[in-house]
């Protein structure tokens, strides 16, 4: 442990330090949570330091794309809390960032916000950019799925757009992967609220490509869960079922609640076609599925969404 911890806190005096991409994202299933369970336990003897508080940092980003969002949360805010007595202020901004971009996946817009709007008041103070694209992506993508959830009028998508734009341009700028992902995606929904589907798909192609080069599932799944509903009113059904079920198996996979979203416009769509036609159209597309989600993960996929209606009828 003390060779890897020593490792990681010469990175982390780096500038190129990321504190705004997990560092073992590279990494999947198992070998992650294996190594993060390694790292736990000892890192709480380790005296707080600004290097502590970005490792943290790190280790928190990491934790969220396996869906463990307990633990990231209580990196993050741990994090938090060191940064301030170090006087790190860069990674002050990280840290409420990603409690923001948590607290989306979670369904607690409200607290997203607020993380957020804070991350852009302290960015914009200290002079820190790259903290200020990522807090402008954060506050638009809150506002984005706080809108999704009440049913805002169009028209309110207007002010969230500005962010947006402004928070793609910025992270442009700053070759900031991750908050450019968040933008696309973003924007994708907003346009699809606005009624812009073709638009839509455009940016959360653009999300979906980023999200996949600094490996967020999470992001990678909701890209294809809002492209489904836009297919699905384009007239393009095939697709539609082909996005919908990655969405599906993507988010189910990083035990997000999320996948309910895909799942009841699948279900909405095997009505519709058929069982015979819905399976004919997973054949379709099977090369695609497996390039994604492997075998096991195609084979899957009639089982989950079967789980999925059968809880309907439960209810």
């Not at 962010?163 to 907003?190: F, I, K, T, W």
Request: charged residues 20%; contains cysteine; aromatic residues 10%.
């Amino acid at each position: 442990f003390q060779m890897v911890l020593q490792v990681l806190r010469q990175f982390s005096q780096q500038d190129y330090f990321p504190l705004y991409g997990g560092l073992f994202a590279a990494l999947s299933g198992e070998p992650l949570k294996t190594l993060l369970d390694y790292l736990d336990r000892p890192l709480q003897e380790v005296p707080n330091t600004q290097s502590k508080a970005r490792i943290f940092t790190l280790l928190g980003y990491s934790q969220r794309a396996l869906g463990r969002f307990r633990s990231a949360i209580a990196f993050h805010e741990k994090a938090l809390g060191i940064a301030r007595e170090a006087q790190d202020r860069p990674c002050e901004i990280a840290s409420l960032n990603h409690l923001s971009r948590t607290a989306v996946q979670q369904q607690d817009y409200d607290t997203a916000i607020d993380y957020s709007q804070r991350a852009l008041i302290l960015a914009r103070q200290s002079g820190d950019r790259l903290g200020e694209a990522n807090a402008l992506a954060s506050l638009g993508y809150s506002q984005v799925f706080k809108a999704q959830a009440s049913s805002l009028d169009p028209d309110q998508y207007e002010s969230i757009l500005v962010y947006l734009e402004q928070g793609l341009q910025l992270s442009e700028r700053q070759g900031d992967r991750p908050s450019q992902a968040l933008c696309a995606h973003s924007l994708g929904v907003a346009r699809q609220m606005l009624g812009q589907d073709a638009e839509a798909v455009d940016a959360l192609e653009r999300g979906l490509r980023i999200a996949q080069a600094i490996g967020d599932a999470f992001l990678q799944g909701m890209n294809y869960a809002a492209m489904a509903p836009a297919y699905q009113r384009l007239g393009n059904t095939a697709m539609a079922v082909f996005t919908g079920a990655l969405a599906m198996y993507l988010l189910h996979q990083i035990n997000s609640a999320q996948w309910q979203q895909p799942a009841r416009i699948l279900s909405i769509l095997h009505g519709q076609l058929g069982p015979e036609g819905f399976q004919a159209v997973l054949s379709e597309y099977r090369s695609g599925f497996l390039k994604q989600i492997g075998v096991d993960g195609y084979d899957y996929l009639p089982k989950l969404l079967a789980e999925y209606r059968e809880s309907l009828e439960g209810e």
